[in-house]
């Protein structure tokens, strides 16, 4: 079996989910945080024979780690039930206590896991635009002159960009998505392995000059963009084994 966790309003989640049944006969769940945490039983547990989860769901459905091989991760967190309408004073412990549930269950999870909990983030990596902008030009991307602004995003005001943005899919060195050069692609490839991201979205745009120039990264990247071809690969990319 698959998870796809995700979100709600993930509309990517769902596409890939009902993208995926066509590629493969594996059974795919699509869970969100509020399917885990409205479970009747979650049990999590680390030794000496590994780490091992037991989930029964509200609705009947059961998971395990003897019945999930592989996870497609794009859980930004917790439900923010916690943080917006809960009344309990415990809330905001409430919150970081399962979030430090869900970082142990995903990085300590055998099986595959496409983008686990990274030092800043429950998905992969999420960095401050500074850090992606510094992290790109290391790996050769041109980008914009950054401003850090209380809008906190790469802008110029002298400079003028197509209005075209161009979105690019890495997934464990693949290229999918709007077509691009080679060095791009090859810039592309590079940036998700600095961040040790599983599966990176990078976002471009044109410059007077008709190079393309970086304009942001994500780890919970529009997946419909790679259409077909992608989904194959994330297909392939969840039956694989665990590298080593």
């Known amino acids: 079996m698959w998870l796809i966790l995700h ?3 993930d509309i990517s989640a769902r596409w890939a989910y009902e993208g995926l049944h066509r590629f ?8 969100t945080a509020e399917d885990i945490e409205g479970a009747t ?8 024979i590994g780490t091992t989860f037991k989930i029964q769901l509200a609705d009947g459905r059961s998971l395990s780690n003897e019945t999930v091989s592989a ?3 794009r859980l930004l967190g917790p439900s923010p039930y916690w943080l917006t309408q809960s009344e309990t004073s415990d809330a905001r412990y409430v919150y970081d206590e399962l979030y430090a549930i869900y970082v142990s269950w995903l990085s300590g999870f055998a099986g595959k896991v ?3 909990p990274s030092d800043c983030s429950l998905c992969g990596p999420a960095l401050h635009s500074a850090k992606w902008a510094h992290l790109a030009r290391e790996v050769g991307f041109k980008i914009r002159p950054y401003c850090q602004s209380t ?3 790469l802008r110029s005001s002298e400079t003028t960009y197509s209005d075209e943005t161009y979105r690019v899919l890495v997934l464990e060195g693949e290229v ?4 691009v050069p080679n060095q ?3 810039a592309c490839r590079a940036l998700a392995r600095s961040t040790g991201a599983d599966l990176l979205g990078v976002e471009l745009s044109q410059l007077p000059t008709g190079d393309l120039a970086f304009t942001g990264a994500t780890s919970t990247p529009d997946l419909p963009n790679g259409g077909d071809e992608f989904l194959e690969a994330l297909a392939h990319s969840l039956s694989s084994p665990v590298a080593t």
Request: charged share 25%.
């Open 7 to 9: 979100s709600e309003g």
């Open 71 to 73: 996870v497609l991760n």
């Open 24 to 31: 493969t006969h594996t059974p795919i769940e699509l869970l």
């Open 41 to 48: 039983e979650f049990e999590h547990k680390l030794g000496g």
């Open 151 to 153: 809008e906190s995003r």
């Open 184 to 186: 791009i692609q090859s």
């Open 176 to 179: 999918f998505g709007t077509p």
């Open 114 to 116: 496409i983008n686990r």
